[in-house]
């Protein structure tokens, strides 16, 4: 195993005369965390090195003994040779240091014409266009489970919600496919982030540039970057696109964190409307009867803890002058942390719905017929036949009213009842009112109706295969 031994000297220059206090040095450190960017550094400092020898600061022969160091610590650390601890202080110096190992003196000049500044903006760009091509990648596979799902209920009626009350009837797919709008826009969000993470800072220097020669298109175009920043102390103090991820990673988590609330309900003795399998639910320790929805509550839960770092950061960058600054450090672990989260929790959730519950039919059908979710429809009978759809409105709210005191549905009113209400009722009230037809006759564009939602599902289904076919 290598380890990066103590340094006899500081890093920085002849300026101090001794060492950091040990406890400093380890609040200091972020090499605990930062070694999560080591690949990219690495990749990065390949780069920065093709860079030089190709601009002459250093002769080709050098750029190429560096690359090839390089690589041997990337694969040094893959293989779990390479682990340095605290001393090394970060990533950077870690590497650099053990690079100057491999290939003696002219591994000291990997750092010409750079800063950590840049070199740290670098490897976090280039981690987090990775991520987002991995989250991405992930919304498409849960959104083809929804897809799935929603294929299978167009028919499939459950009740629809406000407030909480029951308001009216849905098709079940219609009400899978909401949340495959939610996360399309999502997926559409983190592909407009990315493209102001993949901008080159590279070469920005600590604030102010360099006065080397270097060409920074050229080791842009070798990370693949898209752009390089216009100006330096921009480029080394910007983490807008930092923040803008977070945003983008707390939205993905309230449209999990919804999703999650449904299933928690609808798998409630109350609701009943799915039935949670074992792979995905636990037990209780102490009542044998108790499956519990785990999955859900923790994505729910874990919600609270990717807004905490968007708000972190939001609060460390409000007040930091130009350029960089030390608390700088802190946007590392919020990243790390909510990538790993956000990616936890869509693996989680596309697994719960793809194979973890199962909805009740049966159930389901029976909650549309026992409520007054079709007293709309009611009015919007009466309406259709000329009759002013206010008045309509406060007749069926008395009817509702009348009919809740003697215990009856509308569905039980006879026609008579419904006569000594309006002459305007006639024999097909009924069908009018009945849970299927309250659906199908809901075919305005985007909504309910079994024709729109089979509509919605082939736009849906094109769109997806779009998405796909660009990854």
């Known amino acids: 195993m290598v380890n990066t031994p103590p340094s006899s000297s500081q890093t920085w ?16 450190a972020s090499i605990g965390f930062d070694i999560e960017l080591i690949e990219y550094d690495l990749t990065g400092s390949q780069a920065h090195a093709q860079m030089l ?17 390089l ?59 990775e991520q987002i091509t991995q989250m991405r990648r992930q919304i498409l596979e849960f959104q083809a489970v929804l897809l799935q799902l929603a294929e299978q209920h167009v028919e499939t009626l459950i009740p629809g919600y406000t407030h909480l009350q029951r308001a009216q009837p849905l098709s079940l797919a219609h009400h899978l496919l909401a949340y495959v709008e939610m996360t399309q826009r999502d997926w559409q969000r983190l592909g407009e982030i ?45 983490r ?41 639910s636990t037990g209780s320790s102490i009542m044998p009867q108790k499956k519990n ?34 608390d700088l450090q802190e946007d590392k672990e919020a990243l790390f942390d909510s990538v790993k989260t956000v990616r936890a929790c869509l693996e989680a959730m596309t697994i719960l719905m793809s194979e973890g519950l199962e909805f009740r039919t049966q159930r389901l059908n029976q909650a549309v017929a ?18 002013p759809f206010r008045e309509a409105y406060n007749l069926v709210g008395k009817v509702v009213k009348t009919s809740l005191a003697a215990g009856k549905l509308l569905k039980d009113l006879t026609l008579d009842e419904w006569q000594a209400l309006h002459p305007a009722f006639a024999a097909d009230i009924y069908d009018a009112i009945a849970p299927r037809q309250v659906v199908a006759a809901r075919n305005s564009f985007g909504g309910t109706g079994f024709e729109q939602v089979r509509q919605a599902l082939q736009t849906a289904r094109q769109r997806w295969l779009q998405s796909e076919a660009a990854h």
């Open 53 to 69: 020898a190709k601009t002459g600061i250093i002769t080709p022969e050098e750029g190429e003994q560096l690359v090839a160091g």
């Open 293 to 326: 929805p785990d999955v859900p509550e923790l994505v729910r839960g874990k919600a609270g803890r990717v807004f905490g770092h968007l708000q972190a950061l939001l609060v460390m960058m409000k007040g930091l002058p130009l350029a960089y600054n030390k």
């Open 240 to 280: 807008d696109f930092a923040i803008e991820f977070l945003c983008a990673a707390s939205l993905v988590m309230v449209h999990l964190s919804r999703l999650s609330e449904e299933v928690i309900l609808w798998a409630s003795e109350e609701f009943g409307f799915v039935t949670l399998k074992d792979s995905c």
């Open 370 to 387: 026992e409520d007054f979710s079709n007293a709309t429809d009611v009015a919007d009978y009466l309406a259709a036949k000329g009759v």
């Open 71 to 129: 690589e041997q610590i990337r694969q040094e650390y893959r293989q779990g040779l390479f682990q340095p601890g605290v001393e090394a202080e970060d990533v950077h110096f870690a590497v650099e240091r053990r690079l100057t190992e491999l290939v003696g003196d002219v591994g000291k000049k990997l750092h010409t014409a750079r800063s950590r500044n840049d070199q740290v903006g670098t490897d976090i760009r280039l981690y987090l266009r």
């Open 13 to 28: 220059s002849q300026r101090f005369e001794s060492a950091l206090h040990p406890a400093i040095a380890r609040f200091n």
């Open 194 to 238: 990315y493209q102001r993470v993949n901008t080159s800072p590279l070469g920005s220097g600590a604030l102010a540039g360099t006065t080397f020669p270097i060409d920074r298109h050229y080791s842009a175009e070798l990370l693949q970057f898209g752009s390089v920043y216009a100006n330096s102390l921009d480029a080394v103090s910007d």
